[in-house]
Every structure is written in structure tokens, then in C-alpha cells.
């Protein structure tokens, strides 16, 4: 059974929680979900893994080239897991190097950045043998 919940905002709550909203591509209802756990302390890792499924159709990323930035984004999404950062479920739907590096970053925490380098040319050698494995 739905239930419905109402409550008035002013303008400035209401600009700062659309913000949020939208940058973490979560309904009305997941981004008041998300502040209850975080209220509760349970908004531990173990429970944000629901991140970790995503529609392979919509892998976004490109194969990486000497030189570009793919693994600073891939970085980058991993330190905003350390820092308790929660991606929606839009922003979750598709695979990117930023949202691959934030997925890991929740179930491995914080981890040195040789081995996140690590894991991330592992990723990058998965994601070619998968690519053709496909083609085949």
C-alpha cells in the first residue's frame, strides 16, 4: 500500500533540496528516504549497494586513450563514495568511468590510490574482453 506524505517548503528550502534532487538524480520520495537513513545512521554502505545493478545497454563508457582523464573521473566518483555521497537512480542507470570509480568507492571505502589504479586498469581490461566477447 502507497502512502502519501504532503509538507510545505519555503522558496530557499525548496531551491536548495531541488538542487540536491536533481545532481543526485533522485525522485522527491528517494531524496526523503535518503535523509531518513542518514537521520537513523543507516545509511551504511552496505545498504547503498542497491547502485551496484545497472542496464548494460547503457554502458557510457569509452575505451580509455593515453593521456585523457578517464581515470581521474574514475577517481573522483571512488572519493565521493568516501565521502558519503549518494548517487540516484538515474544517475546509477547507465555505467561511466565517474559512477564505476563511485560504485567501487562504496565497497571498498577508502582504499590507496596505487590500488585504485589498479582496479581501474583491471576495469579497463574487462570492459575490452567483454567488448569482444560481444562482437563474436
Known amino acids: 500500500m502507497a502512502r502519501e506524505i504532503r509538507f510545505e517548503l519555503n ?9 540536491i534532487k536533481e545532481e543526485q538524480g533522485r525522485t522527491w520520495a528517494g531524496l526523503f528516504v535518503a535523509g531518513v537513513r542518514e537521520l537513523e545512521g543507516s545509511g551504511s554502505s552496505g545498504e547503498r549497494l542497491d547502485g551496484l545493478k545497472h542496464d548494460w545497454n547503457k554502458d557510457q563508457r569509452v ?5 585523457n582523464d578517464r581515470v581521474g573521473s574514475f577517481k573522483a566518483g571512488w572519493t565521493k563514495a568516501e565521502n558519503g ?5 538515474r544517475a546509477l542507470e ?4 565517474h559512477n564505476l570509480g563511485w560504485r567501487l568507492g562504496m565497497m571498498f571505502d577508502d582504499t590507496p590510490t596505487d590500488l585504485k589504479q589498479e582496479l581501474y586498469q583491471w576495469c579497463v ?12
Open 85 to 89: 555521497e549518494e548517487f540516484g537512480p
Open 63 to 67: 575505451f580509455p586513450e593515453p593521456g
Open 94 to 97: 547507465g555505467l561511466s568511468w
Open 11 to 19: 522558496d530557499d528550502q525548496f531551491e536548495e533540496m531541488s538542487e
Open 125 to 136: 581490461e574487462q570492459q575490452k574482453e567483454t567488448q569482444k566477447e560481444g562482437e563474436e
